[in-house]
Nanobody, 125 residues
Framework: EVQLQASGGGLVQAGGSLRLSCAAS????????IGWFRQAPGKEREGVSC????????YYEDSVKGRFTISSDNAKNTVYLQMNSLKPEDTAVYYC??????????????????WGQGTQVTVPA
């Protein structure tokens, strides 16, 4: 059974940092791309970042470039999203998902096959 467990969300002041974790099981981790997505109240879900575990390539959505860093620990089957310089507009429920796709801007706009539950990130204005 495929499982993706996102964790690490919380309440942080603007300018602060959080590290999200996505623990995966039930599939061959290093064959999959893991993506981070977020959905704010009243807004559509958007792709934030992804990493292709087969070659380490990564993608970042423009609004998080230079602030967020995605990484993968294949030994632990876990992907991390280090979020620095957080802004109120980063407030959302963050989800991780997995699929066998090239990690890129166009593919992160498409639904991934497997999804975890979300973790709330709140950055008060």
């Amino acid at each position: 059974e495929v499982q993706l467990q996102a964790s690490g969300g919380g309440l942080v002041q603007a300018g602060g940092s959080l590290r999200l974790s996505c623990a995966a099981s039930g599939f061959t981790f290093d064959e999959y791309t893991i993506g981070w997505f977020r959905q704010a109240p009243g807004k559509e879900r958007e792709g934030v970042s992804c990493i292709d575990n087969s070659d380490g390539s990564a993608y970042y959505e423009d609004s998080v470039k230079g602030r967020f860093t995605i990484s993968s620990d294949n030994a632990k089957n876990t992907v991390y999203l280090q979020m620095n310089s957080l802004k109120p507009e980063d407030t959302a429920v963050y989800y991780c998902a997995a699929d066998i796709v090239v990690c890129s801007g166009p593919t992160i706009m498409m639904p991934y096959d497997f999804w975890g539950q979300g973790t709330q990130v709140t950055v008060p204005a």
